[in-house]
């Protein structure tokens, strides 16, 4: 059949229209295409392509961005496209309370413990070995998402977003050079205007040797507003750095655990644990030489296995987790650092750390509250000790207790650490609210 001319003609007018108001729509206001840094899975093609994160998870490696080259321009057309959003967003947006926009990248296990355990937001997908995973929250006025995994290789934010939080491990040289890259790539959003501010989560060196780097901290001419280091860093004043706990081992994917009944109520049969490596003339010797020649061995778990491979097989942390949760106390002993991630862990089941309170070698405070110093001015309910030599009489006053103060005990453990985090959130919450947006 014919179409008639003036049919045809009048087709053709409304096709063009309408893609001239689609394409109009996807270049200002859609932020599905640019909301997030980019997901790449690149197939295996040898040992030099990628490398190993925490945890000996497979990363994708920062030279195969294939965007790189186009980086400078690219980041000008998106501030242009950028500030028309804005235009367009003041006008529909007045009446609304004020909100503000933040995007994670977690390029550290560390990530998780900030995003699961503290800020308390859901992921997606769950499985916690899926190489790209993300999630959106709220907390105080700031709307959070974040993006984890080895598939988030460098890319770019949302229009309507310009405030950016970097989740990066400098514990040593392969993690630094790794971490300075995704730097070096944030700073080129910084120097194109598409990013504002930003903030790193850092896991810092143990012996708290992080002068890698203090060169991209703004106090020191570079781009980066504020740093939250893990360890007792001589950095950290309260003002451009904080200190930041260094949590569970989400590495070895410990999970989030949520109190219950049970947990608290149970009667546990071992007084305390210790599994771990026994290091040659360290203090992991000395307590199991304290506990083997006191005959206390038989009253805790000890199985000095083998040092922790990174890839944790679901045999051995369910051994580990049903240890803390069948011990009232768990031994601490100061590995390269006194904190450790054991004693979150054992706080996660209400089994009360016992530490070993003294400072290791390497540069960091050595305040009168140091080590440990932000679980100390939390109120920390833990027993610390100088001392293995103290740990008979500790376990001695343990078996005088009744199974009512050991249940009170661990029910204010749990709400302890429940309040800690809930600390934590608020105060990462509000430091990024009161730098970035305090004029906003």
Known sequence: MKIP??????????????????????????????????????????AQSGGVRDGGAPYVADEWNPWEDEQVEYNSALNKKREAFKQYLGKIDKNKPKRYKVQIWGKA??????????????????????????????????????????????????????????????????????????????????????????????????????????????????????????????WVNDKDVFQWPLGVATYRQFPMIRPNAQLITSNRPYLCNFLGTVYKNSSRETLMHILTQSGLEKDCITTGREKWLPQETADSLRRYQTALAQSELTLCPVGINTESYRIYEACSYGSVPVVEDVMTPGSCAAGPSSPLRLLKAAGAPFIFISDWKELPAILQRERGMTQEQRVDRRRRLLEWYSSFRQQMKERFTEVIEETFFKNG
Not at 17 to 25: P, T
Not at 114 to 122: A, I, N, S
């Open 109 to 234: 296990a560390i990530g998780l413990y900030l995003w699961e355990h503290v800020l308390e937001g859901p992921l997606n997908p769950t499985d916690k070995v899926a190489q790209w995973r993300e999630g959106e929250l709220q907390s105080g006025k700031i709307d959070f998402s974040f993006y984890t995994g080895p598939a988030v290789v460098q890319g770019h934010v949302p229009l309507d977003m310009n405030s950016l939080v970097l989740v990066l491990n400098g514990r040593e040289k392969q993690k630094v050079t790794y971490s300075t890259r995704w730097l070096e790539h944030v700073q080129t959003l910084v120097q194109s205007n598409t990013v504002s501010h930003v903030a790193v989560v850092l896991l810092g060196n143990e012996h708290c040797n992080n002068n890698w780097i203090s060169p991209h901290l703004k106090r020191n001419g570079g781009f980066v507003d504020l740093l939250f280091v893990v360890y007792d860093s001589p």
């Open 5 to 46: 001319k003036r049919k045809l003609f009048l087709l053709l007018i409304f096709a063009y229209v309408a893609f001239s108001l689609y394409a109009a729509y996807n270049v200002f206001f859609s932020t599905k295409v640019l909301s997030r840094v980019h997901r790449v899975v690149k197939k295996e093609t040898g």
